[in-house]
């Protein structure tokens, strides 16, 4: 089935640091949506874009919707250690018709030392 | 207070058996959805019910039976279970048939002995 490309894979950080993860496809998206997912539960919603070049905030996060539609990043600021999981994007494509089928990415797991 | 709640959470069973997990959600939404992630943390889509009708159905083998009595609850059977079928398995819901984001529960993890 389709997958989003998501980068990357993993990253080992230092308290503090910031983070920038992104996610591309080859296919023209109708929402970008940011995940994350703690061990033993499930996905939680970060930040939904609805528009491309729309950049939105959530606290330390903040994402963006790619102009091409193509593609979209997380960024996170001044990391915590509590920021570990892994990170997912997910979109709906536009050629995914009135069945509202999401399309998640490969997930970027983030370790934080403290 | 859970907005999607599955049960159980961890289901350890033998080979060849039959076994189902339960999905509610009180958010009022209108689509569920039953996602499988595999060990390397791949999220893929199963199947989704709107308002009771199957609208995604993701070549999943016919082993595997979704029930959605009304639009608050969307269980998930699975006939003659296999080694393959170890993984998590996660509900989701959402308002609507648009680009709403879901909202999934803690999941369910699977165990075939």
């Known amino acids: 089935g389709q997958q989003l490309n998501q980068s990357p894979q993993s990253m080992f950080i230092q308290e503090g640091e910031d983070v920038s993860m992104n996610c591309t496809s080859s296919?023209?998206?109708?929402?970008w949506l940011w995940y994350k997912q703690d061990p033993g539960e499930g996905p939680v919603l970060l930040i939904a874009?609805?528009?491309?070049?729309e950049l939105t905030s959530n606290g330390r996060l903040t994402a963006q919707f790619g102009i091409t539609r193509k593609d979209s990043f997380l960024n996170i600021s001044a990391s915590i250690p509590s920021d570990v999981g892994i990170y997912f994007c997910?979109?709906?494509?536009?050629?995914?018709?009135?069945?509202?089928?999401?399309?998640f990415g490969t997930g970027t797991l983030l370790a934080v030392q403290p | 207070d859970t907005a999607v709640s599955q049960t159980p959470k961890y289901l350890v069973t033998q080979m060849g058996n039959d076994k189902s997990i339960k999905c509610e959600q009180n958010?009022?939404?209108?689509?569920m959805y039953w996602y499988k992630q595999d060990s390397k943390k791949f999220l893929k889509i199963m199947f989704s019910?709107?308002?009771?009708?199957?609208?995604i159905n993701e070549t999943v083998p016919n082993r595997f039976s979704p029930k959605s009595p009304d639009k608050a609850h969307l269980n998930l059977h699975i006939n003659s279970l296999e080694l393959g079928d170890s993984a998590v398995y996660f509900c989701?819901?959402?308002?609507?048939?648009?680009?709403?984001?879901?909202?999934f529960g803690d999941g369910t993890r699977l165990s075939i002995l």
């Open positions: 989701a819901s959402t308002r609507g048939r648009g680009n709403q984001p879901q909202h």
């Open positions: 296919s023209i998206f109708n929402t």
């Open positions: 874009l609805y528009k491309a070049g």
């Open positions: 997910a979109g709906h494509p536009v050629r995914g018709g009135a069945t509202n089928k999401l399309i």
């Open positions: 958010l009022g939404h209108d689509t």
């Open positions: 019910y709107n308002n009771k009708e199957l609208i």
